[in-house]
C-alpha cells in the first residue's frame, strides 16, 4: 500500500494568515492526489483533485500544488469556517490510502 | 442533488456480523459511471478505504479487510451495502457511504453521507 503521511499533525493559525499543509507519498503518484476537508461531526468534503484542480463551489483561497512524491495544500488568508482537519488522498494504485490529518486550530 | 444516506444497527456484538445499507437519491446507481464505496474512520482516527461496487456488481476490496467483507448493489431499490463479518472492538467506526468518480485522472469521493457510528460490543 501507498503510505500518505502529513506535516504538520497539527497547527494554529489566525483568522488572515495563510497555511501550508504538506503532504508526502512512500512512492511516487504523479498527481493523483485529492485533498479533503473534515469538520467535527461531518463528512469530509472534497477540496482539490488531481494535486491542483478546484473542485466546484471550493473558494478559492484554497490551492494545491506538487507532483511525484511532495504536495501542498495551501490556503492563502485563513477564514473562521476554515478551522478543520484536512485529510490527502491518493488514488494512483488501490487500495486508495489517506493521510492521518492535519487539524487547522484558532491561535 | 446528489445524497447518500446510511443506515444500519449501531451496536453488533463482538463475532458477529455488521451491515449497513446506504440509500443513493438524485442518481441512479444503474445508470453507471461511478463507483460506490465504503470508507471508514475509528473515532478520533484517520480515514480507510474499505472497498467499492459498480452497477453490475462488480467489486474491490481493501486486501486489509478483503477476507471479511462483502457489498452487494440493489438496483431497484437504489442502494448498496455492506457486511463486515467477525467483527471485534477495532471495526468500532464511523462507516460513511460515498460516490467514487474519476475527475481528470484521479479517484475522488466527491458526495458522502453522514456518516453512522458502529460500536462493537458485548
Known amino acids: 500500500d501507498i503510505q500518505m503521511t502529513q506535516s504538520p499533525s497539527s497547527l494554529s493559525a489566525s483568522v488572515g494568515d495563510s497555511v501550508t499543509v504538506t503532504c508526502r507519498a512512500s512512492q511516487s503518484i504523479s498527481r493523483h492526489l485529492n485533498w479533503y476537508q473534515q469538520k467535527p461531526g461531518k463528512a469530509p468534503n472534497l477540496l482539490i483533485y488531481a494535486a491542483s484542480s478546484l473542485q466546484s463551489g471550493v473558494p478559492s483561497r484554497f490551492s494545491g500544488s506538487g507532483s511525484g512524491t511532495d504536495f501542498t495544500l495551501t490556503i492563502s488568508s485563513l477564514q473562521t469556517e476554515d478551522f478543520a482537519t484536512y485529510y490527502c488522498?491518493?488514488?494512483?494504485?488501490?487500495?486508495?490510502?489517506f493521510g492521518q490529518g492535519t487539524k487547522v486550530g484558532i491561535k | 442533488q446528489v445524497q447518500l444516506q446510511e443506515s444500519g444497527p449501531g451496536l453488533v456484538k463482538p463475532s458477529q456480523t455488521l451491515s449497513l445499507t446506504c440509500t443513493v437519491s438524485?442518481?441512479?446507481?444503474?445508470?453507471?459511471?461511478?463507483?460506490w464505496t465504503w470508507i471508514r474512520q475509528h473515532p478520533g482516527k484517520g480515514l480507510e478505504w474499505i472497498g467499492h461496487?459498480?452497477?453490475?456488481?462488480?467489486?474491490y476490496y481493501n486486501p486489509s479487510l478483503k477476507s471479511r467483507v462483502s457489498m452487494s448493489v440493489d438496483t431497484s431499490k437504489n442502494q448498496f451495502s455492506l457486511e463486515l463479518s467477525s467483527v471485534t472492538a477495532a471495526d468500532t467506526a464511523v462507516y460513511y457511504c460515498?460516490?467514487?468518480?474519476?475527475?481528470?485522472?484521479?479517484?475522488?469521493?466527491?458526495?458522502w453521507g453522514q456518516g453512522t457510528l458502529v460500536t462493537v460490543s458485548s
Open positions: 460515498a460516490r467514487q468518480r474519476s475527475q481528470m485522472t484521479t479517484v475522488t469521493f466527491d458526495n
Open positions: 488522498q491518493q488514488s494512483f494504485s488501490t487500495p486508495w490510502t
Open positions: 438524485g442518481v441512479s446507481i444503474s445508470s453507471g459511471g461511478y463507483y
Open positions: 461496487i459498480y452497477h453490475s456488481g462488480n467489486t
